[in-house]
């Protein structure tokens, strides 16, 4: 059998993997040491252990004992050496079993670490090997640390072992790797309601009784669900040590309840109508009480699966609820363009578990009912309420696109990187720089919330002008360009601001141009140049007291030109006037009225 052994070991190459891995044959060209086959890092996943507990690692190599086999590789001088490689390390260290703690130790193919510590994580190598041999594989362990909860005193790393019990029945609960040597075991129950609430035994009931290292569960209650922890406390080499596993429970329906599955959908009498020409929906639901095994649910159409005909006939199936074990699932066919030949066809829904099978025909009849009356009144009602609505939006179309706006519009700036909302442009005179600056401006800004830019007040001394109004205009989203007669005077800064703005639309730009109509305007060349530009120019008249409130017409009209904005402002807002003056109420009101623009 030694020299078996000795023979796979030379050959190992030429194996299946061992842990779902290939191995790689590592050499150095100047040293004499043979080549070591490589089998990576094995693939059963990370060795998880809390810390402060006991853990060990089996090495993978003998997890296929007709490739390696423990017994046998050491009677043919074959020697098992363990290295470490810790997180964030390149270089693998051996291991020092003669540490004055004596917390690592191994037990033929099984590394022990008692306890583990969180300076263990990272990837062990266990290495075969003799003069003339060599394998080696790698295995994960992973140190996790306790949580701190104080409602409970006890945690496992490991996953836990899934564990079903039907209601009202008994089975016993099994604590996982119990060691040989003398031990005790102690249980926790942590339940899944909300509460989580944490118990220790004696759970203080006669229906769940700790035996040795078992647990027995007497009378399966709904209640008793939830995570079991055994702790197992053991002595070694004069310590006392300790792991935790859990068991996951779940409650099922009794075994004594009927197992076979029911269609509940279709049922004998129900007859599904269809039109030819639509897509139909025929619908099987099928309860699946709990048991193991395999469960299945399908549709056949003259005894032929779903599968294997025309590509306008496909299916799905999905769970739709859940109850102690037991399953609802549904499958639905679909079948486009229905036709006359698709009438004819036997259509049969059936379902099969490790129990027993069912079946049940879907009866089809074709819809011919033409509801006339119902369809004049419907038709009628319809064109009532189309005209109602046309009436609604023409007296309150700017309302209603403005609750468009609050419901769907896009808040430009996380679209775009401009600075300001809104460039004002205006003509340099008293009145007009009154307007803007003591209404205009402050409406905007403190009552809708935007970002206004006003050259003389935002540019810095010393500048270019022409550069600096083309930079503005360039980081605005919207022109807003005050008319009235002194507007266009050439050479004048308001005309520089225009034409920049005009330029960006013409080139595509994203800036909009919004014309306010402050006073009436003349016939001056630079309107009727204005008005034969095909850009789409928005228009918006100030009516003097007319427009002085925020509910009035004029700033409703702005408002939907300008961009989506939160508003702010004092209640009642509806009905509010526009300040006329800067006085230290108008800067420090609460703003205790919200709404979207």
Known sequence: MGFFIIALLSLSATFPAVGGVTPAVTQSVASPVPPCHDWGESREGAVQVLEGEAGWLDCPLFSHPTIYNYSSAVAAGLNLVWYHMAAGQDLEQPLDFHQPDHRLSKERDRLWLEPVISQDTGQYLCM????????????????????????????????????????????????????????????????????????RYPFWDNDREAQGNNLVVHNMLELYQGHYYCVVTYESKGKIMNFTRMINVTAVSPSGLPKEPMILNPDKKQVFTVKLGSDVYLKCKVMFPYLEGSKDMWWTIDGKAVDNLDPRITSKSEQVSYFFGDVDMEDVLRIRDFNSEDLTREYNCSARNQRGSSTCRAVLEEEVYLPYVELGCGLGVTLFVMLGLFLVYQVFWLELLLLYRSWFGTDERFTDDKEYDIYISYARNSEEEHFVLMTLRRVLENELGYSVCIFDRDSLPGGTITDETLSFVGRSRRLLVVLSPGYGQQGTQALLELKAGLDSMAWGGQLRVILLQYKPLNRDSWV??????????????WQGDKSISLSSRFWKRLRLELPVRRMKCMKPCEGSVVPQKDTPQHIQREHNAVYYT
């Open 128 to 199: 075969l090997r003799n003069k003339t041999s060599c394998a080696k594989i790698a295995v994960r362990l992973e140190v996790k640390p306790r949580s701190q909860n104080p409602g409970c005193e006890v945690a496992s790393a490991m996953s836990s072992q899934p564990a079903v019990i039907p209601i009202q029945e008994g089975k016993t609960l099994s604590c996982p790797d119990v060691p040989s040597t003398k031990h005790s075991v102690l249980w926790f129950y942590v339940s899944t309601h909300p509460s989580q609430e944490c118990k």
């Open 528 to 541: 009727r140049e204005l008005r034969r530009a095909r850009l789409a120019l928005v228009l918006v008249r």
